[in-house]
């Protein structure tokens, strides 16, 4: 796969990466893919996520997918135990699997609330907490990748409820990559922190969000929302932050533990 780009980065490893059918998920799928790792995909979206899995295998590489729910703490206990039961090791998982929710909040319901907690936040917490046995028994050098957002980082107008569960995410992120140390088992835990990347994401985000938005748009207007917060004036692309995946799940980022990295155009300069 992948032409003239360097091969093997992470070569006979084992990559489980969320919401793999799309955006960020899918670009860091077939970037690993494309690296070397045998990659699971795992997606509530069925046939996106399988044609994911379709178009890796039809360039080389090595994948296969199963739905996942990753609110739910039964599907993940399943999908681990199938990772084990497949490849009886788990070098990397990726918790990328993520919505956003747009609302004022005196505006957004509890339920939409809740909605995105279990699955941006509680998601993640399931994830580590049933992929770092396996992940322990493979004998350590694992990596734990949380997609969290620059929403994570500083607060936004209308994002109250995302802000809230990205910055969930950077702190459990650190606190995890603590536990690990502490255990001496090998494991680094980071986060990754896209700005304004062009992904599905921004359809469920409603105009209601006051900016740059178009009176009556299904969608935020991204060339108009970089123009006006990113020095590099251009929204990003979903393999810009496959790229930066692709460090932390390697031996490039060995000593790199419990921090975030910032993928957002200088977003956060401003």
């Known amino acids: 796969m992948g032409g003239d ?67 739910s703490e039964d599907e993940w206990i399943g999908v681990v135990a199938e990772v084990r039961k497949l490849h009886g090791r788990l070098d990397i998982l990726v918790n990328n699997a993520g919505i956003g929710v747009g609302g004022l909040v005196t505006e957004m319901t509890l339920e939409l609330w809740r909605k995105q907690q279990s699955i941006n936040v509680e998601g993640v917490f399931l994830g580590v907490k049933h992929s770092l046995p396996l992940m322990r028994d493979g004998g350590g050098k694992g990596s734990i990748i949380n997609i969290s957002s620059v929403a994570g980082l500083k607060g936004a107008a209308g994002m109250s409820g995302y802000c809230a569960t990205k910055g969930a995410v950077r702190l459990f992120t650190k606190s995890v990559a603590l536990e690990c140390a502490a255990a001496g088992d090998g494991i680094r835990c980071n986060s990754v922190h896209p700005g304004i990347i062009d992904t599905p994401i921004w359809d469920t985000i409603s105009d209601s969000v006051p900016v740059a938005s178009q009176p009556g748009a299904n969608r935020i207007d991204l060339d108009a929302l970089t123009a006006m917060a990113s020095p590099i004036a251009r929204p990003g692309a979903p393999r810009e932050i496959a790229d930066g995946v692709l460090y932390l799940a390697s031996e490039m980022s060995s000593y790199v533990t419990g921090t975030e990295l910032v993928i957002d155009g200088g977003w956060v300069t401003r």
């Open 5 to 71: 780009d360097v091969m093997g980065l992470v070569n006979g490893k084992v990559a489980l990466v969320t919401g793999g059918a799309s955006g960020i998920g899918k670009a860091s799928a077939e970037r690993l893919a494309q690296e070397g790792a045998t990659v699971v995909v795992t997606d509530v979206q069925v046939k996106a996520g399988e044609t994911v899995v379709a178009g890796i295998v039809a360039a080389g590489g090595k994948a296969s997918f199963l739905k996942h729910d990753v609110s």
